[in-house]
């Protein structure tokens, strides 16, 4: 089983539609879960920065965390052009590794 | 909003041929790394350097690359004897003074062997 899995899409969505991506993972060392969004050509760019279980809200992403199946969420609410791009997950454990560990990504576009 | 840079964009070299990647992570940052995405693949942990010594490295990080802080800003990745397979993306990131603080990364630097 592969350390992070994310189902690489491509996901097409109509603007103003709610997304949802998804990451599952078999480490249960990982304490600290990311989402980053990467446009072509670019880095990866911070979303969101979460630690442990439960859910954290900012603007029109959620990100929500479930330890205990091993799923993490990013929700997009009312969707735009501009949100379309690669989205990676990312996670990491407490102390001891620094690295990260990736999801392969998964490609949304928002059509106008 | 301060941000990771790195040169150059885009660097073309030939096999067997030495080459260095160069970043300026966010000035306040202490704990710095590399990553590469191969083409279609994932991102991928090479390296980690703190307190100007490497921390921690993958499997892939072998004997012919080399991490180097040369001065108070500048963060360098070496390879040596490059081959084709070394063709990649290879991203700069940095964090801030604990190493569980997210990581912020640049906007790669495309290396392709000839």
């Known amino acids: 089983q592969k350390e992070v899995e994310q189902d690489p899409g491509p996901l097409s969505v109509p603007e103003g539609a709610i997304v949802s991506l998804n990451c599952t993972y078999s480490?249960?060392?990982?304490?600290?879960f990311m989402w980053y969004r990467q446009y072509s050509r670019k880095g990866p760019e911070l979303l969101m920065y979460?630690?442990?279980?439960g859910n954290k809200e900012d603007g029109r992403f959620t990100a929500q965390v479930d330890k205990s199946s091993k799923y993490i969420s990013l929700f997009i609410r009312d969707s735009q052009p501009s949100d379309s791009a690669t989205y990676l997950c990312?996670?990491?454990?407490?102390?001891?590794?620094?690295?990260?560990?990736f999801g392969k990504g998964t490609k949304l576009t928002v059509n106008p | 909003e301060p941000e990771v840079t790195q040169t150059p964009s885009h660097q073309v070299t030939q096999m067997g041929q030495e080459v260095i990647l160069r970043c300026v992570p966010i000035s306040n940052h202490l704990y710095f790394y590399w990553y590469r995405q191969i083409l279609g693949q994932k991102v991928e942990f090479l390296v980690s350097?703190?307190?100007?010594?490497?921390?921690?490295k993958s499997e892939i990080f072998d004997d012919q690359f080399s991490v180097e802080r040369p001065d108070g800003s500048n963060f360098t990745l070496k390879i040596r004897s490059t081959k084709l397979e070394d063709s990649a993306m290879y991203f700069c990131a940095s964090s801030k003074v604990d190493s569980n603080q997210p990581q912020h990364f640049g906007d790669g630097t495309r290396l392709s062997i000839l």
């Open positions: 350097f703190y307190n100007n010594e490497i921390s921690e």
């Open positions: 480490n249960s060392a990982f304490q600290y």
């Open positions: 979460t630690y442990s279980s």
């Open positions: 990312a996670m990491k454990g407490q102390g001891g590794s620094e690295k990260l560990v």
